[in-house]
């Protein structure tokens, strides 16, 4: 068995019910978007971002509202675009101050990275989720707050998450080598990447999920099934 030195945890699927991002999240983020993007647009970081997904559409110009209604699109399509996810962070933001939601998180999580964390294993986090919508997230969770247990977060700004470069660079940001760092994910194109980058690999799959046969990452029905 190869000593595990770190964990690197995907969020959506992983540590928390996709459910709770799709019927609540995303409903929130789409329901105040326009006025979000209306009523701060002449902030330079949300400015910025609305740049992005106008180059990103491949839009030469657009209006305020064709970058509104395309950002909508994406929320309803689930595209995990840098931008709109930068811009979903900024509204959820102040949702979970008003305490209008708590993040999900499943009943075994905080307890298991605690007891990781306790271990000496350092604790890292790389989802879609834009760096600060990740750490809102785990600040305002059912568990509480569990930002202390993290050492670091990573987003789509380090780079896709299908793609073994990214890992890459994870490895190198946490100075760890990549056999010795394990990556918890749902989803098994990242798995894949993942293990091309030479990380150990997690397969979340939960029930009422059931693995293929012949599953190409171990599999794990939740995090209490993982032995470090
Ligand atoms: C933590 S932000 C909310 C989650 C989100 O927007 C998302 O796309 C999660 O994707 P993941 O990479 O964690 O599966
Ligand atoms: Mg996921």
Redesign the pocket.
């Known amino acids: 068995m190869i000593e595990i030195r770190a964990v690197v945890t995907?969020?959506?699927?992983t540590t928390s019910a996709i459910t709770f991002?799709r019927d609540v999240?995303f409903p929130y983020a789409r329901k105040r978007l326009p006025a979000f993007v209306e009523t701060h647009a002449d902030q330079p970081e949300v400015q910025h971002w609305l740049h992005e997904a106008a180059k990103e559409a491949g839009f030469i110009e657009a209006s305020r509202q064709e970058v509104i209604e395309l950002l909508l699109r994406w929320i309803d399509e689930d595209r995990?675009s840098t931008a709109l996810?930068a811009l979903?962070?900024m509204i959820w933001k102040a949702g979970y101050e008003a305490g209008d939601y708590v993040a999900h998180m499943y009943p075994e999580v905080a307890a298991r990275l605690r007891q990781w964390r306790a271990d000496g294993l350092r604790l890292y986090v790389y989802?879609?989720?834009s760096v600060p919508?990740?750490q809102l997230?785990f600040r305002h969770s059912e568990a509480g707050d569990l930002t202390p247990l993290f050492a670091g977060y990573f987003d789509t700004e380090t780079g896709p998450?299908r793609e073994a470069e990214s890992y890459r660079r994870i490895a190198t940001a946490i100075d760890e080598q990549p056999q010795h760092t394990l990556f918890l994910s749902d989803i098994v194109e990242e798995l894949d990447a993942a293990r091309e980058a030479g990380f150990q690999t997690g397969w979340l799959v939960r029930p009422p999920l059931e693995a293929p046969a012949r599953p190409r990452h171990p599999v794990f029905a939740d995090f209490d099934a993982i032995a470090l």
């Open positions: 995907d969020i959506e699927g991002v999240l995990k996810k979903q962070g989802s879609s989720g919508a990740q997230f998450k």
